[in-house]
């Protein structure tokens, strides 16, 4: 949880013991899909910068998460969640590069706070 709850420097994160793992992932998820959802409605290429480096951050955390022999996950849930990851980060960079949408990214990330919160 280290990398994760502190990933987001918010400190309502750290003053609330209860919180788990899955909720301080779906709200660092839910608040950097805002900015998405925000620069592409506003057709704002320079504001998505910023939210797209924090997905790429989050998702590469989240990749030497599964990859630690101590993560837990099921063999087949950790490989479809790299998969997702990897293709989030691509996605990113190709749209910084002019290329393609902020959709995928943003269904990608829609499609993993339903997870989280299952």
């Known amino acids: 949880m280290s990398a994760i709850a502190n990933f987001g420097k918010l400190s309502y994160f750290r003053s609330a013991p209860t919180r788990t793992t899955r909720n301080i992932e779906h709200d660092l998820f839910a608040e950097i899909t805002r900015e998405l959802l925000h620069a592409r409605g506003a057709n704002n290429f320079k504001a998505s910068i910023s939210p797209i480096e924090r997905n790429s951050s989050l998702w590469a955390l989240l990749i030497d998460d599964l990859l630690l022999p101590t993560n837990n996950l099921p063999a ?43």
Do not use: P
């Open 76 to 118: 087949e849930i950790k490989a479809g969640i790299l998969s997702l990851g990897i293709f989030s980060i691509k996605s990113g960079t190709k749209y910084l590069s002019g290329e393609g949408t902020l959709d995928d990214i943003i269904d990608i990330n829609i499609r993993i706070m339903k997870g989280l919160r299952s």
